[in-house]
């Protein structure tokens, strides 16, 4: 099992910046992938940014330019920075950590959620 604590949601203006923050605790894998995700009531999650523990990137097209996601594997933390928000950026965003065992083979696991608001 492993746990994950996000923090740093909080409201914002238009044009502002936050840092969400998401520490993962116990069994821990050597190799694996940490994101974030968000959701809106009534819409589908959908990935925000992702970062493998060999350091592959992947950003939603949305927020490319805007965000910035990090890691520090001796931590087993993930940052998310978030700048020049938008009113469509609100959301509850998800800390996810995926464990993969091999090519087809992975486990899954999410925090309880962090929420960003953006006032216009």
């Known amino acids: 099992q492993v746990q994950l604590v996000e923090s740093g949601g909080d409201l914002v203006q238009a044009g502002g910046s936050l840092r969400l923050s998401c520490a993962a605790s116990?069994?821990?894998?050597?190799?694996?992938?940490m994101a974030w995700y968000r959701q809106v009531p009534g819409k589908q999650r959908e990935l925000v940014a992702s970062?493998?523990?060999?350091?592959?990137?992947n950003y939603a097209d949305f927020v490319k330019g805007r965000f910035t996601i990090s890691r520090d594997n001796a931590k087993n933390t993930v940052i998310l920075q978030m700048s020049s928000l938008k009113p469509e950026d609100t959301a509850l965003y998800y800390c996810?950590?995926?464990?993969?065992?091999?090519?087809?083979?992975?486990?899954?696991?999410w925090g309880q959620g962090t929420q960003v608001t953006v006032s216009s």
């Open positions: 970062i493998s523990s060999g350091g592959r990137l």
């Open positions: 996810n950590y995926k464990a993969v065992y091999g090519t087809f083979s992975y486990v899954d696991y």
């Open positions: 116990g069994s821990i894998s050597g190799i694996n992938v």
